[in-house]
């Protein structure tokens, strides 16, 4: 199975602030990875999928960059609505494992 | 518009056994794979199950590979977990997912139910 692992798995931030969020593969994904935003009692919403293409909706604040087994989330300016926990999943191969988990809180 | 709706969580001793539901909406629910999807409390996401576009391809996880069933009923739109053996560390709020085809990755979501394995 891939492993996936992010971080940090949690930061502290404030309204304006640039965030990056790191995830890595254990191996090459290529670029099949996605992220998605989770809020407390809420399913997961999908964000990015395919490393950096914006899911309809998102906010253009959210970016994605990376390819092989090293990729990153970017939120240029953190608002209060990103204040969630976030996943990457690579869907290279079954089983579509998910990344640690990163908890973006308020400073 | 795009709709899962899980049911079927509620609260079963060790050993037990219990049948999850996720009924589909708003799409060719047979021309899509769909994914079980758990999070304990607290933790992160763990993927559990997947049935393929085709309903022949069927995948699980180690920790319930055995003991879990992922069906569907294609007549009804609807996703099944059927959940033997039940332990512990099998509480968690269960959620069912559709995997787009094309762009792999997981774009609807259901609500969630919550399974808890307890005595």
């Known amino acids: 199975d891939i492993q996936m692992s992010q971080s940090p798995s949690s930061l502290s931030a404030s309204v304006g602030d640039r965030v990056i969020i790191t995830c890595r593969a254990s191996?090459?994904?290529?670029?099949?990875l996605n992220w998605y935003q989770q809020k407390p009692g809420k399913a997961p919403k999908l964000l990015i999928f395919?490393?950096?293409s914006l899911q309809s909706g998102v906010p253009s604040r959210f970016s994605g960059t990376g390819s092989g087994t090293e990729f990153t989330l970017t939120i240029s300016s953190l608002q209060p609505e990103d204040f969630a926990t976030y996943y990457c999943q690579q869907s290279y191969n079954t089983p579509r494992t998910f990344g640690g988990g990163t908890k973006v809180e308020i400073k | 518009q795009v709709q899962l709706v899980e049911s079927g969580g509620g609260v079963v001793q060790p050993g037990g056994s219990l049948r999850l539901s996720c009924a589909a909406s708003g799409f060719s629910f047979n021309t899509y794979g769909m994914h079980w999807v758990r999070q304990s409390p607290g933790k992160g996401l763990q993927w559990v199950a997947s049935i393929w576009f085709d309903g022949d391809n069927k995948f699980y996880a180690d920790s319930v590979k055995g003991r879990f069933t992922i069906s569907r009923d294609i007549s009804k739109n609807t996703l099944y977990l059927q959940m033997n053996s039940l332990r512990v560390e099998d509480t968690a709020v269960y959620y069912c997912?559709?995997?787009?085809?094309?762009?792999?990755?997981?774009?609807?979501w259901g609500q969630g139910t919550l399974v808890t394995v307890s005595s």
């Open positions: 395919g490393v950096s």
């Open positions: 191996q090459s994904i290529s670029t099949y």
């Open positions: 997912a559709r995997e787009d085809r094309w762009l792999q990755c997981f774009d609807y």
